[in-house]
């Protein structure tokens, strides 16, 4: 989490995530550590009667603090509790240093370099969130198994590798009802035991960290800020269904999780906490890094599959399913990052108590990616059930110019929007596909008032145009048909007809489409049929 | 062998456990169109005119590529399942360009044919008209592109029957097309075999004999088959 | 260890990020292998050393193609012909394989790189933020259609989707250099609006201080 309890040493905590850095996180971080060590001595030279001047001053490396928007974001923790920063240039590192040490000669707010700077950790954004797999995100080192192990990681991997069977942990994870959360929302532990089930042989776990939806970053978040979770999660997973091999398919968009990844891979072999033998057991698990090469569909799991294997990204027919058949024919659990890294947290505190969280058919916490014509973009973790107004009005402080929100986006280009008059709807699985949207994988993007809907679905066909693999008929030239649909509709306002055309195709693009990809394409299209169809027919959008 | 039963269109029917539903409806004495199917090669599921209704099923299934299970009951040509298989055959018409009065294929193309049977007499679609090539380089048979419907048949029998993998897919979405060799005129590539498989079992005029002009192609689809049961039973079919 | 820094392994920092090839619309069936490519069927010259070893690296194993054909892309910027040619042989795949698989995934370039580079999110965040306009105006700019390079190798423009600088919206990449929160006047208006929007002006003359080549070129 980001608010830490006092503490007597200060420590600044320097988001190191893909959206800070963006933001100019790298630089500011070097001026910390150079701050830091210009004032004082090294903290391996700390003598007993160092002055509190000259108290060694831990710099950290963390993952996402969350509010990305604000970034670069920097957390500073003392004897008052967490103070948190965002947009620092690197110049004002100086000035920050000299006040966590209490040197500086003005009073915080005073400072002109820091204030205007510091951010309400009070606010709700922070103060609603229910961080479970986002736990150790933004306070461990990701590039630091001594700092994983020191908050807890790989516990619980130990524990289940010397006290549980195989059985057991399964049984644990059926009780939590933790669904996945890569879109689909499949129970997890009945994947799990798909897969256990099988005739004996070998098997594979499979990481998909393919996080494609535009809009979302919930995934990388985990794998740039805390990949020991994930790590641990599958590898209980691969015990627990008897799979002594996986892979992590990540998307090659993602350059800094894969490294991290990487890293952490060969830190967990050196623990002895991957390879044979795991933590003294007779369990043995390797994973290995499998990078992709830009290509949406294989997020689908059968494309996934193919890629791994090396070939072109086209999903196939199911069934057989991959938990029965998957890689090179052999069962296969896959499921996406944040069910993975949900899983330790399961098996700490039982399945019963993460099934107390949430609502309805949707247990546990969910984490959401807000970003688009909102105040406050980042990542938030809440429990499932929690009202789209609660997260996006009430967190996400609603449209940065004071208007008022339009829609939200739910889901990516397989979701839909949902219309500000439907914001009091919970977020879980059911309520979202009842509004002709789908929870997807977290991602939410808030829709201004400027913005026309016709556009929105415009964009996202052409985002599944683009994407489509080509090997089904409906989704390869279904999709550039409902294109050039929307672009005569957006170009002089559409007619009964046109709507008539548009809804026919997208139900036959939806029904008949081979995979995921094309069979969630149109709905981008009908939800904002459903809800705005008058901008459809209204005089053409300007702009364009 | 055990047996399987189930209902297609209101009629009982039995088949060896680890049939297709295709093969059930054959059974039945009924058929569904088909266009990426062909008997003799493993089933892709990508023309989708073969998807069928199964009652308490949430989705359509191919039945090319779906295995029959007890007490399964199809449905083959409902009102919906007849419309959408016209858009599919639409679609077909209008991402390519087909031209049936001076293909080399017209009265023998299966696409022809489906269009037919499905009662598409024009596209509701805009035609795409999209800028396609003719290799021509090889001495035997020539690829049209304009013709091709991506069905994959040539490149399953060339690598599943043949077993020279002259072709593949390239590129993805409505810019795939099929490729010889490292995207090279099939007249150069030495993988080929010229063992004409490829031309037999395609469905349109897109690969076709040299020697073929207007309405003279005479495919041979059933080859695939007769040369699957060759190799793996020892069977000479004729 | 230092108390400071518990961790002396760090992955490096500030790692570029790869953006998608780009492929001149070569006619489909074109069999564009030009002579100075080593033809498939004759033996390659001299296999390019560096790319075997990293294929012994990986282990020969055809599931690895995907691995191998990013590293040859490292060394080269691109695909060149006799290298696929010499992946294709050492993993004994088929080329049409081979080539099936570098032409479908997007971040595979199959054509050397241009000079210079501009790619665009395109990712939702910044679209509903006006990185739709703001791709337009560069599609103005540079005469050339998204996923398009002009023929004389300068320039290309180049569509991304989402990564994942969602806070910073509207972005794009310059030869690899990050641009974010660009001044884009407005999203694209709802039909509600009176007027469409305005010029972007200031986006513009912004766009030529980063050395963008002003006004449309013939392509």
């Not at chain 1, 001594?146 to 991997?157: D, F, I, N, R, T």
């Not at chain 2, 779906?66 to 599919?88: C, F, H, K, N, P």
């Amino acid at each position: 989490m980001v608010a830490l309890p006092a503490r007597e040493r200060p420590q600044l905590r320097c988001c190191g995530a893909s959206g800070c850095r963006h933001a100019g996180a790298g630089p500011l971080l070097a001026a910390l550590r150079a701050a830091a060590a210009a004032g004082g001595p090294a903290a391996d030279d700390m003598s007993a009667g160092a002055s509190a001047a000259l108290q060694p001053l831990e710099v950290r490396s963390v993952g996402c603090l969350r509010l990305c928007g604000e970034g670069p974001l920097l957390a500073w923790d003392g004897p008052e509790g967490t103070r948190l920063f965002g947009g620092l240039a690197p110049a004002a590192a100086a000035a920050l240093v000299d006040q966590v040490r209490g040197v500086a000669s003005l009073p915080l707010a005073a400072d002109p370099a820091l204030a205007g700077h510091q951010l309400d950790l009070e606010q709700p954004f922070f103060r609603l969130q229910r961080p479970l797999v986002l736990e150790g995100c933004g306070i461990v080192d990701p590039e630091c198994i001594e700092a994983a192990l020191a908050h807890g990681s790989y516990a619980q991997l130990r524990r289940v590798l010397h006290e549980l069977s195989p059985e057991a942990v399964r049984e644990q994870v059926r009780r939590s009802g933790l669904r996945g959360r890569g879109g689909g929302g499949y129970p997890t532990g009945l994947k799990w035991d798909t897969v256990a089930l099988q005739p004996p042989g070998r098997r594979y776990v499979v990481c998909n960290a393919d996080e494609g939806d535009p809009g979302a970053f919930m995934d990388r978040s985990v794998l740039e800020g805390d990949p020991h979770r994930l790590l641990e999660g599958m590898a209980i997973a691969a015990y627990a269904v008897g799979a002594d091999h996986g892979y992590l398919y990540v998307r090659a968009e993602y350059p800094l999780a894969i490294e991290r990844l990487r890293l952490a891979l060969q830190q967990a072999r050196q623990q002895g906490l991957l390879g044979q033998g795991i933590a003294g057991s007779s369990f043995n698990l390797d994973l290995e890094v499998r990078v992709g090469a830009g290509a949406y569909v294989c997020g689908e799991e059968t494309a996934l599959l193919h890629s791994i294997q090396g070939q072109r990204g086209t999903p196939r027919t199911r069934p057989p399913y991959p938990a029965q058949a998957g890689l090179w024919g052999a069962p296969t659990l896959i499921n996406n990052v944040e069910t993975f890294a949900a899983v330790p947290v399961i098996l700490r505190e039982g399945g019963d108590w993460y099934a107390a969280i949430g609502s309805g058919n949707s247990r546990g916490t969910k984490v959401f990616s807000l970003s688009g014509a909102i105040r406050h973009t980042g990542l938030v973790e809440v429990p499932m059930g929690t009202s789209l107004r609660t997260v996006v009005e009430t967190m996400g402080g609603g449209d940065p110019d004071g208007g008022a929100v339009k829609a939200v986006q739910t889901g990516g280009p397989s979701g839909g929007c949902i219309p500000a008059a439907l914001l009091d709807t919970p977020v879980d699985f059911e309520s979202l596909l009842a509004l002709g949207s789908m929870m997807g994988s977290g991602g939410m993007v808030v829709i201004g008032q400027g913005t026309a809907m016709p556009e929105v679905a415009r964009h996202f066909m052409a985002f599944s145009v683009n994407e489509s693999c080509g090997k089904c008929v409906p989704c390869r030239a279904g999709t550039v048909q409902l294109l050039a649909l929307l672009d005569r509709c957006l170009e002089r306002g559409a007619t009964a007809a046109d709507l008539e055309a548009l809804e026919a195709l997208c139900a036959m693009v939806k029904a008949t489409s081979l995979c995921g990809l094309g069979q969630a394409a149109p709905n981008p299209v009908l939800s904002t049929l459903r809800h705005f169809r008058q901008e459809y027919s209204a005089a053409p959008g300007a702009g364009r | 062998m055990s047996v399987i039963t189930l209902q297609v269109d209101g009629r009982d029917v039995a088949v060896p456990a680890g049939s297709t539903l295709l093969q059930a409806i054959r059974a039945a004495g009924l058929s569904v169109p088909t266009l990426c199917h062909l008997d003799g090669l493993d089933p892709v599921g990508a023309c989708r005119l073969c998807l069928v209704e199964v009652e308490g099923g949430q989705r359509l299934l191919p039945a090319c590529a779906s295995e029959a299970s007890e007490g399964q009951v199809i449905r083959t040509d409902t009102a919906q399942l007849q419309g959408y298989r016209r858009m599919a055959v639409e679609l077909f018409f209008a991402e390519g360009n087909h031209v049936c009065a001076f293909c080399v294929a017209n009265g023998q193309c299966e696409l022809q044919d489906v269009a037919v049977a499905v009662g598409m007499d024009h596209s509701r679609f805009p035609y795409q008209y999209p800028q396609r090539s003719v290799d021509a380089s090889h001495r035997h048979f020539s690829l049209d592109h304009n013709r091709c419907i991506l069905c994959t048949r040539c490149v399953r029998v060339c690598d599943q029957i043949e077993g020279a993998h002259v072709w593949d897919v390239a590129e993805r979405g409505s810019d795939c097309r099929i490729v010889a060799g490292l995207d090279q005129p099939w007249g150069e590539v030495e993988a080929c075999t010229s063992c004409g498989k490829c031309v037999d079992v395609c469905p349109t005029g897109a690969l076709y004999a040299n020697e073929d002009t207007t309405a003279e192609k005479h495919p041979h689809p059933e080859r695939a088959h007769q040369l699957r049961r060759a190799r793996e039973h020892q069977q000479w079919l004729r | 260890m230092s108390a400071a820094n518990p961790c002396p392994a760090s992955a490096a920092q500030g790692s570029g990020l790869d953006l998608p090839g780009v492929r001149p619309s070569a006619g489909p069936g074109s069999g564009a292998v030009s002579q100075a490519d080593a033809l498939p069927g004759q033996e390659p010259s001299d296999g390019d050393e560096r790319i075997a070893r990293l294929i012994r690296r990986q282990g020969s194993q055809s599931d690895g193609l995907i691995e191998v054909l990013h590293q040859v892309q490292e060394i080269h910027g691109y695909l060149p012909k006799p290298a696929l040619v010499q992946v294709a042989r050492a993993l004994r795949l088929p080329l049409s394989r081979v080539y099936g698989v570098a032409s479908f995934y997007h971040l595979f370039r199959l054509h050397p790189p241009t000079e210079h580079r501009c790619a665009v999110c395109l990712g939702t965040a910044c679209f509903v933020r006006g990185g739709g306009a703001l791709a337009v105006c560069l599609q103005r700019r540079l005469g050339l259609e998204l996923d398009q390079a002009r023929e004389d190798g300068s320039w290309a423009l180049e569509r991304l989707s989402c990564i994942g600088a969602c806070g910073q919206a509207p972005v794009l990449l310059l030869d690899g250099v990050l641009f974010s929160a660009l001044p884009v006047a407005a999203p694209l208006a709802a039909p509600s609006a009176a007027e469409p929007a305005a010029e972007p002006q200031g986006l513009d003359r912004w766009l030529t201080t980063l050395g963008l080549p002003a006004g449309a070129e013939t392509r």
